[in-house]
């Protein structure tokens, strides 16, 4: 069963107050508020990355309906809740290099919504068309406002040539959009993601914010980071080089933002709405 946010105290929070070290400048903070997205390149160690690629190969195994592949192919698109299996990716989502800034930029405590690794398989990732995550947490979920962010850690170094995020820098102040066409349902999963199977938004709707705003794609090695707004416009392109790129995408929302009315199985859209407690900043290496 859920715990209710409003009624509960994480004592392990409080313990571990000493361990938030990650702090943002406020330098940075405003640039994720202008543009909706933020950059870190490097944040994470070499030898933290090969821990969590190591353990990758293990996790995306088996064909439960945690994952997820490719239409066209057996090539994995997306493992689901990876913490809940793996404890190497349960540390990752107790990270304070992702979890304190979160807290800075949401103003407050956060749980996790959603923990997954998307992966773009050399010659064999597809597209990920333009969309904005809140809609589906929103329209699916029930959560009431955007007050979430994702936290994407690049498990592989992310060039032009295998299918980079774009952003439309700024178009988290939009607010969520309303979508302009009906979305596939597929049982057990509510409404399938836009990204598979064409943007919930027109073209001229895109074009028109692409114009005015531009398009960002980060890139740099492994372990780089970006934080982006759950209303920031972003997408892939498919991935046509020899070169894998999967990235972890850490959904944090602001605990008194917690959802619903899920519809979605809890693995999809988390239920425990407890606030995360911060490890230890070498958790990743520690034994």
Same mark, same amino acid.
């Given at each position: 069963m859920a715990a209710n946010p409003e009624d509960m105290l994480d004592p392990r929070h409080l313990a571990q107050k000493e361990l938030r070290i990650m702090r943002l400048t406020t330098e940075q903070l405003d640039d994720f508020n202008r543009d909706g997205f933020l950059f870190l390149p490097g944040l994470f160690r070499g030898d933290e990355i090969a821990v969590l690629k190591e353990r990758m190969k293990q996790v995306v195994e088996g064909d439960g309906p945690e994952i997820l592949r490719e239409r066209g192919s057996e090539a994995v698109r997306s493992a689901i809740a990876p913490h809940l299996r793996d404890e190497t990716y349960r540390r990752l989502s107790l990270h304070p290099r992702l979890v304190e800034p979160a807290r800075q930029i949401l103003g407050g405590e956060v749980y996790l919504h959603q923990f997954k690794i998307n992966a773009k398989e050399a010659q064999d990732g597809e597209i990920w068309h333009w969309h904005q995550d809140y809609r589906t947490w929103h329209e699916d979920d029930g959560m009431p406002e955007p007050d979430v962010i994702n936290a994407t850690v690049f498990l592989d170094d992310v060039t032009e040539f295998n299918g980079p995020m774009m952003f439309i820098p700024g178009s988290h102040a939009e607010g969520r959009i309303d979508s302009d066409v009906e979305f596939e349902r597929v049982p057990g999963y509510g409404r399938l993601s836009a990204d598979?199977?064409?943007?919930?938004?027109? +073209?001229?709707?895109?074009?028109?914010? &692409?114009? +005015?705003?531009? &398009?960002?794609?980060p890139k740099g090695p492994a372990g780089s980071t970006i934080f982006f707004h759950g209303c920031t416009l972003h997408g892939s392109a498919p991935n046509m080089s020899p070169w894998g790129r999967a990235m972890v995408f850490s959904s944090l929302n602001r605990v008194e933002n917690y959802i619903r009315r899920p519809t979605r199985p809890d693995f999809l859209a988390l239920q425990d709405f407890t606030p995360l407690a911060s490890m230890a900043d070498d958790c990743l290496t520690a034994p």
């Open positions: 598979a199977v064409g943007s919930p938004y027109s +073209k001229q709707t895109i074009n028109a914010m &692409i114009e +005015k705003q531009g &398009i960002v794609a």
